[in-house]
């Protein structure tokens, strides 16, 4: 387990610049996006929930949605850095999100099977879905 790692969390982007997301996010990807793509994805988003170290101010881990506002929201994205992992930063993260999603009728998220007790905690089920991944960047 690694060193605690005091964080803060926030549903806001102001301030935030490239330089603050440059730690190591979408690890094994194999086109990761780099930081200013992944500002520019935090922008995009319907909504975003940021742990922020808080000694150095850099994002620690994030989560976003993209939602119509009425109906549905879809959860693409959950990442913390490896230096921050096994310290509950996640399992926040997605709370946070889940609570600003709490009047919407569906959440869903794509996960590898290994990953879905971890979201099965948070009170999400499994499910079955398509896709289509793209690797151009």
Same mark, same amino acid.
């Given at each position: 387990?690694?060193?605690? &790692? /005091?964080?803060?969390? $926030?549903? !806001?982007? $102001?301030?935030?610049?490239?330089? &603050?997301?440059?730690?190591?996010?979408?690890?094994?990807?194999?086109?990761? /996006?780099? /930081?200013?793509?992944?500002?520019?994805?935090?922008?995009?988003?319907?909504? %975003?929930?940021?742990?922020?170290?808080?000694r $150095?101010?850099? %994002?620690?881990?994030?989560v $976003?949605?993209?939602?119509?506002g009425?109906l !549905?929201?879809?959860?693409?994205?959950?990442? %913390?850095?490896?230096?921050?992992?096994?310290?509950?930063?996640?399992?926040?993260?997605?709370?946070?999100?889940?609570?600003?999603?709490?009047?919407?009728?569906?959440?869903?998220?794509?996960?590898?099977?290994?990953? &879905?007790p971890?979201?099965?905690?948070?009170?999400?089920?499994?499910?079955?879905?398509?896709?289509?991944?793209?690797?151009? /960047?």
């Open positions: 387990m690694n060193e605690y &790692q /005091p964080v803060h969390y $926030t549903e !806001s982007l $102001t301030g935030i610049e490239p330089e &603050q997301l440059a730690g190591g996010f979408f690890e094994e990807w194999p086109n990761p /996006p780099s /930081p200013e793509t992944h500002l520019r994805i935090l922008q995009g988003s319907s909504h %975003v929930v940021l742990a922020i170290d808080e $150095t101010a850099d %994002v620690a881990g994030f $976003t949605a993209i939602s119509d009425v !549905s929201a879809y959860i693409p994205l959950l990442e %913390v850095l490896p230096d921050y992992r096994h310290q509950g930063i996640g399992q926040e993260l997605m709370r946070r999100m889940l609570a600003t999603l709490r009047d919407l009728y569906m959440v869903d998220l794509l996960c590898d099977p290994e990953l &879905q971890f979201y099965q905690q948070l009170g999400m089920s499994p499910a079955t879905g398509m896709l289509i991944r793209s690797r151009k /960047p």
